[in-house]
């Protein structure tokens, strides 16, 4: 039946009192035996005189439904139950004692069988309401194990010479009888076990009146067709269908429990009149009448039980789907993160919750909208490329981005865009899922902030430096014109030594303009670039740039560069900075050692696993060994006026560029600062370099 799937009180209570009432095999075999004995005096009943064999045979069917509905352990005892039943039933009607036993036999074989196939097909309890178990149970129960019970059965009638009928046709009269009953009963009694043990739904209350209207019209009209006409009397065959409509509206609003019901009541009704005399199938013998009537039932009930199992399989799937929706629903609904799908040209088609409540606005105003419209405009154009090149060759674009806050100012989104395609492998829609990075982007640019308020202290650290790279070369220019203006005068014909003089000029200033260049390039705010660097490079330069501080402080530079060295993708601006900022620790702590041992040195190798490594070496003091684990803690410093901030900012640009940082001391003496950087081809490739900036 349709309906919710949570019983009312009532519903569980009768749930209760069924698994209680057939909880032990006793109560089972009692039910079964009290349904065997009615079964079998209906079937006298409904015995088309003088036919020995019932047109419809209901105790092979209420035994098979037992069966079905016990757990096979139990089945030894129902049938020893069943037995008196069968045994009474029968001497009330005068059949001999052995024709009771041999019918015992045939009908325990036949419902046996059935149960055996149909249990093991459908791994278990069959429920009829699945096309496939429907199927098992007409394969099995409606036509193997009647069919086969059938020849022991008219044998033993034979033999026992009950009555004088040919043996094939009561192999067909039984065969249909039992098909018949085990088709029309077992599936009824199946199917209403399963609705009881649901219990009572809300929903089949309200189908209650429904439900009553449907019989009464079955009831009249299967009446009106079956029993008022007299035997011989005018009747169309197409009025035998009248009942049809009738039986597909049970079947489709009721599914296998309406279905088999109203076959049941179609199937008594017709019998019942052709027993009397009544109907369209009591005008010929009482073997063709009841041939007639069979065939006529099996092909009304078949296609009957059929459509309602297709039915019934129909809503689970489509129950199963909802509730997978539910729970799908339910789970993006609860999430923090932005969810939603677009079409290709960006309309929104799904916003969750989290998603309205950032952007502030309703998911009806949000659907049927695009979603590029929630950015700033200078943004939308790169925004809709990516999308192009998406669709264009389908794969998972992750980008950063702006978007318009409701109270008018930027923030920042992270996306994860997963392409939906089609049959043709064409991109129809993309499922996204964001996420709000603004306090990431405002601790980036506080980051770069930082470092390069660091880079600066770097700098004017080397002011005395920096002014004697630059006066050099300026000293030389000054002289140099000098001496070409008294050659000129003494001798205006030396041409040639006037040029040579010119051209250390313009190296002078060449020199002065590289120096200026160099200091710009570290001064300059600038985001992270990622390129293929040489890190023998980045230290040549670094030396050049430090060197008249170091012959200032009467320090002697030293390098040991492994050569060739791959290339590194790196920022070579904050890669120099790291090195910067360890020359000068390293300055810084030889300070106080005699000058004959102040030496820095700065190394560089290949190390494994493709990694190239970098090395300053000095001949300090050391570093006290409970300082070493809190050396890149932000704010520590073991200088008086140092703001702790050079190694924390060197170790989140090394760790930017996913290399390694660590200090340590020489077993010589003085301290070591190591770094790694990833060899080309296994850290960050150019294309893949961050978009957003934590460099100042």
Same mark, same amino acid.
């Given at each position: ?203 089949? *209350? ?7 209207? /449907?019989?009464?019209? =079955?009831? %009249?009209?299967? !009446? &009106? @067709?079956? $029993? ?49 005399? *009544? ?7 009482? /073997?063709?009448?009841? =041939?007639? %009537?069979?065939? !006529? &039932? @099996?092909? $009304? ?64 105003? %949000? ?330």
């Amino acid at each position: 039946m349709k309906g919710s799937a949570i019983p009312s009180v009532d519903g569980s209570r009768r749930s209760a009192w069924l698994v209680k009432l057939v909880s032990s095999p006793f109560a089972a075999g009692l039910l079964t035996s009290i349904g065997y004995y009615l079964g079998a005096k209906l079937g006298f009943i409904l015995t088309l005189q003088p036919q020995p064999v019932s047109v419809l045979w209901p105790p092979n069917a209420i035994l098979l439904a037992g069966l079905l509905l016990t757990p096979p352990r139990w089945w030894l005892f129902i049938l020893l139950m069943v037995a008196p039943a069968h045994w009474a039933s029968q001497l009330q009607h005068g059949v001999p004692q052995m024709m009771i036993l041999c019918w015992f036999i045939s009908n325990g074989c036949e419902a046996l069988l059935g149960a055996v196939c149909i249990r093991c097909l459908c791994r278990g309890r069959p429920h009829l309401d699945t096309f496939r178990d429907a199927a098992i149970f007409l394969g099995c129960g409606v036509f193997l194990a009647p069919f086969l019970s059938s020849f022991l059965d008219a044998a033993f009638v034979a033999l026992n010479r009950w009555g004088e009928s040919d043996y094939w046709d009561l192999w067909r009269t039984r065969f249909f009888s039992n098909a018949l009953a085990t088709l029309t009963l077992v599936g009824f009694i199946v199917s209403w076990s399963d609705v009881l043990a649901r219990g009572t739904q809300k929903s089949t *209350r309200r189908d209650v009146p429904e439900a009553a209207f /449907l019989a009464l019209c =079955l009831v %009249l009209v299967s !009446f &009106l @067709v079956f $029993v008022h006409v007299k035997a011989g009397g005018q009747t169309r065959g197409a009025l035998l269908y009248t009942p049809l409509p009738f039986l597909l509206w049970a079947a489709v609003r009721f599914e296998v429990a309406g279905a088999t019901a109203s076959v049941l009541a179609v199937t008594l009704i017709s019998i019942w009149g052709a027993a009397h005399g *009544r109907g369209p199938f009591a005008s010929r013998s009482p /073997l063709e009448n009841a =041939l007639s %009537l069979q065939i !006529f &039932l @099996v092909c $009304v009930s078949i296609p009957q039980l059929c459509l309602a199992a297709t039915l019934a399989e129909r809503r689970k799937a489509e129950e199963a789907l909802r509730a997978s929706e539910e729970r799908y629903r339910e789970v993006i609904e609860t999430q923090t993160d932005l969810i939603c799908r677009f079409l290709p040209d960006t309309t929104l088609t799904f916003v969750n919750q989290a998603y309205c409540r950032f952007f502030n606005r309703r998911r009806e105003d %949000l659907i049927g909208s695009k979603f590029i419209e929630l950015i700033p405009e200078p943004e939308r154009t790169k925004s809709l490329e990516r999308i192009a090149a998406a669709i264009k060759a389908p794969h998972v674009l992750t980008v950063e981005h702006q978007v318009l806050l409701p109270d008018g100012t930027h923030g920042w989104n992270q996306w994860v865009n997963h392409p939906v395609c089609g049959p043709d492998g064409a991109v129809v829609e993309f499922q996204a899922i964001g996420r709000d990075i603004s306090d990431r982007k405002r601790v980036e640019e506080a980051t770069a902030k930082l470092v390069h308020v660091s880079r600066l202290v770097m700098v004017g650290e080397l002011t005395a430096s920096i002014a004697h790279e630059i006066n050099q070369p300026l000293q030389a220019i000054l002289t140099n014109a000098g001496a070409a203006s008294i050659l000129l005068e003494a001798n205006p014909e030396k041409i040639d030594e006037v040029k040579q003089i010119l051209l250390d000029i313009r190296k002078d200033d060449a020199r002065a303009s590289e120096v200026i260049a160099h200091i710009r390039k570290l001064l300059r705010k600038r985001q992270f670039e990622i390129h293929p660097v040489q890190v023998n490079e980045l230290i040549a330069d670094v030396i050049r740039f430090v060197r008249a501080e170091g012959l200032r402080r009467n320090v002697i530079f030293e390098t040991r560069l492994q050569a060739p060295l791959p290339n590194v993708n790196a920022d070579a601006v904050h890669v120099q900075q790291v090195l910067l900022n360890l020359v000068l620790n390293g300055l810084d702590a030889i300070t106080e050692a005699p000058k004959d041992k102040r030496r820095l040195v700065l190394t560089s190798s290949l190390l494994e696993p493709g990694e190239v490594g970098v090395s300053v070496y000095d001949t300090g003091r050391g570093i006290a060994p409970e300082r070493l684990p809190k050396l890149f803690e932000p704010f520590f410093t073991t200088k008086p006026e140092g703001m702790g901030l050079g190694l924390s900012i060197s170790r989140a640009i090394i760790e930017m560029h996913r290399g390694r940082i660590w200090g340590e001391n020489n077993p010589a003496g003085g301290a070591a600062f190591h770094f790694t950087l990833p060899a080309q081809g296994r850290g960050l490739e150019p294309e893949a370099a961050p978009q957003f900036s934590a460099a100042g």
